[in-house]
């Protein structure tokens, strides 16, 4: 007898098994086809059960930027889209450089976050602080971004990173002769950095990478320890949709429809989609500020992707639980026995309409408001407690700290 089964269909090694999870202190204890008994038992068998989906690309904002976004609404954001854990990013106000910010912002975690988390640290001629801060990834910026700061020895940083370093690659100098930010902007700094990645063997993760000659490069060089990230902007939005929105300016920029198709027609090797979510409010938005929230809406929208035949379920699981978790070596996290009961329940065929008014982050707006959705994330499960349920949160913040071995010095 378990103290809980999920009764009902759920993802196991590429295929849709219909059968029961038994769930014991927290941890998967059983996974069979047979039916389980259970003290409770849930009868899951309308929906579709995944393992717990991860967001290695998110701005939970705080600090000095709460009306932005705090810990809370983000991480509770997280858990409404079906987002068990999340990599916070370090260009915060003030930015992570230092072992002291870095102790801080671990404490802020542990007291709000709702979803798991990641701890981060940036990367800016900062080495021996970066070795003293024990984070669970880091990360660079080759040019400015939102905050400003960027690495202006990037191949020094990149070489004394502890752990994995994301990178966010836009050429610094081109940046400040095209501010428009033009595809070459990131097609050079994703070059560079394919070219350092070749000498140093490191492991370096891509983020938000929106070109084809970005996306040709990276999988033309196959280095074995260079992943990469896509946002689903850049899947589903072009260069026209940021002419009719102007809050829909993002870095790097929405591109034009050949580079959309390149993302499309690379699909199937692209390890990890990452929301990057950037929440702003709408006068922050109005005065020119660059990113769009996105963690509500990411399952949604790939669950909408896979009714339209564009993708199947087994791609969300892939890129966002089963390669998140090889690429920063994640522990506990396999969808096997013995590891987390941490599942996102989803409804493949409920259709909805994106309305930003009833979601969590303080964003208070949505690229896709209005849009109308087939498939829609119904529970999000922390090690065996429902935390999310049909919009609602349940709870008290008890998120915790990712086991990510591979950002460990």
């Not at 378990?2 to 769930?23: A, C, P, R």
């Not at 389980?36 to 717990?52: A, C, M, Q, S």
């Not at 769009?292 to 399952?299: D, H, K, Q, R, S």
């Not at 590891?339 to 309409?353: G, I, S």
Request: charged letters at 30%.
């Amino acid at each position: 007898m378990h103290e809980l089964v999920l009764k009902g269909k759920f993802t196991f090694n590429g295929k849709i098994i219909e059968g029961s999870i038994g769930v014991d202190g927290g941890k998967i204890s059983e996974i069979t086809a047979r039916e389980l008994p259970g003290e409770t038992v849930l009868d899951l068998r309308k929906y579709l059960i995944l393992p717990g989906l991860i967001d290695t690309h998110v701005h939970l904002r705080d600090f000095g930027e709460k009306r932005k976004e705090t810990i809370e609404s983000g991480t509770k954001a997280a858990l409404h889209g079906g987002i068990t854990a999340v990599f916070d990013m370090p260009n915060t106000k003030p930015p992570i450089l230092d072992p002291r910010t870095f102790e801080r912002r671990f404490e802020l975690l542990q007291r709000n976050a709702y979803a798991d988390y990641a701890l981060s640290f940036l990367m800016r001629n900062n080495c021996r602080e970066a070795k003293k801060a024990n984070a669970d990834f880091y990360k660079a910026f080759m040019g400015a971004s939102t905050g400003g700061i960027y690495s202006e020895n990037f191949e020094s940083d990149y070489s004394c990173s502890p752990g994995v370093l994301s990178v966010h690659a836009e050429d610094a100098e081109l940046i400040r002769e095209k501010p428009e930010r033009p595809p070459g902007v990131e097609e050079r700094a994703i070059e560079r950095a394919l070219s350092i990645a070749g000498r140093l063997k490191k492991p370096l993760n891509v983020c938000h990478v929106s070109t084809r000659g970005g996306i040709e490069a990276i999988l033309r060089r196959n280095l074995p320890w260079v992943s990469f990230e896509v946002t689903p902007h850049h899947l589903f939005l072009t260069e026209r949709d940021h002419k009719k929105d102007k809050r829909l300016k993002v870095y790097p920029p929405l591109r034009d429809e050949d580079h959309r198709k390149a993302l499309w027609e690379n699909f199937s090797r692209i390890p990890i989609i990452a929301s990057d979510h950037a929440p702003h409010t709408l006068e922050d938005k109005e005065a020119g500020a660059a990113g769009v929230p996105g963690l509500e809406t990411e399952v949604a929208l790939l669950l909408d992707a896979v009714n339209r035949g564009l993708m199947n379920v087994f791609d969300i699981v892939e890129k966002m639980h089963d390669n998140p978790v090889r690429v920063f070596g994640i522990g506990g996290r396999d969808f096997k026995a013995g590891n987390e009961a941490t599942f996102t329940v989803v409804d493949p065929k409920r259709e909805w309409t994106v309305k930003p008014e009833e979601f969590y982050t303080r964003a208070n707006w949505s690229p896709w408001e209005g849009r109308k959705l087939k498939g829609k994330v119904i529970l999000t499960i922390l090690r065996g407690r429902i935390v999310m349920e049909e919009d609602e949160i349940v709870g008290k913040p008890e998120g915790v700290r990712l086991n990510v071995q591979r950002g460990r010095a």
